[in-house]
């Protein structure tokens, strides 16, 4: 976990319950979960593999010892885990260097946010060396911390990315607001005892207690945050 500015403090809002916003990248404020299949399509086909587009649903949104292990077992493909994530992180690194294309109405909620004072963490199962790359052009001064998937023991679909990040922000996870794109970051928060606000990019989410779908950030902004936490 990496703190980039001092904590904000816990309370937004004069009667809010709302603590802090947890935010995950890929797919959720930068437009790059496509970025990661065409990476692994590449690699695997250097590899003398070819990928099922059916398996991008299976990898979409999972740390990368998940994705990747997922991938090796189901080409057969005669490579590590460890080498094949250094791969996979070198041709993503080299793709963001020249696209990073933000998602719709991400530069404005993460302005809104920190105009209002509200604390606010990135929350990613990317590894530490991409999150840097991509804060960058996120701007480090809109989170007061980042946790990388390579910095906990156990990543998403696990809260403990979640709770770290709650825990780092002084704030009870029930009072933290998470917006999600995929199945498996929506399982972590759920999992924290978040409420979730999910955008998803590949694959249908629905509805459930708790938890709020959108079609776009720009559906989402700090009165939207606002009334999903009622005590």
Not at 78 to 96: C, K, M, Q, Y
Not at 121 to 147: E, K, M, N, P, Y
Request: with cysteine; aromatic share 4%.
């Amino acid at each position: 976990m990496t703190t980039t500015i001092p904590a904000l403090g816990t309370r937004t809002a004069e009667g809010s319950a709302l603590q802090a916003v947890l935010l995950d990248m890929d797919g959720t404020l930068v437009d790059t979960e496509g970025f990661w299949w065409d990476v692994e399509v590449e690699v695997f086909r250097t590899l003398g593999h070819t990928l099922d587009e059916s398996w991008r649903h299976v990898v979409v949104g999972g740390p990368m010892s998940r994705s990747a292990g997922f991938l090796i077992e189901a080409t057969g493909a005669d490579i590590t885990l460890a080498d094949l994530s250094v791969l996979l992180n070198d041709g993503f690194e080299a793709r963001i260097g020249h696209a990073l294309p933000l998602m719709p109405g991400a530069t404005r909620l993460l302005g809104e946010l920190a105009a209002h004072g509200v604390p606010t963490a990135l929350v990613s199962a990317s590894h530490r060396r991409i999150i840097d790359r991509v804060l960058t052009t996120l701007g480090h001064q809109h989170f007061a911390l980042t946790v990388a998937g390579d910095e906990v023991e156990r990543t998403k679909p696990f809260p403990d990315p979640y709770l770290l990040a709650a825990a780092g922000l002084g704030a009870d996870p029930v009072r933290c607001a998470v917006i999600e794109d995929t199945a498996t970051g929506v399982a972590a928060a759920e999992a924290a005892g978040c409420h979730v606000v999910a955008v998803p990019s590949v694959a249908p989410i629905t509805p459930a207690a708790r938890r709020t779908v959108v079609t776009s950030l720009e559906e989402v902004d700090l009165p939207f945050l606002h009334g999903l936490i009622t005590l």
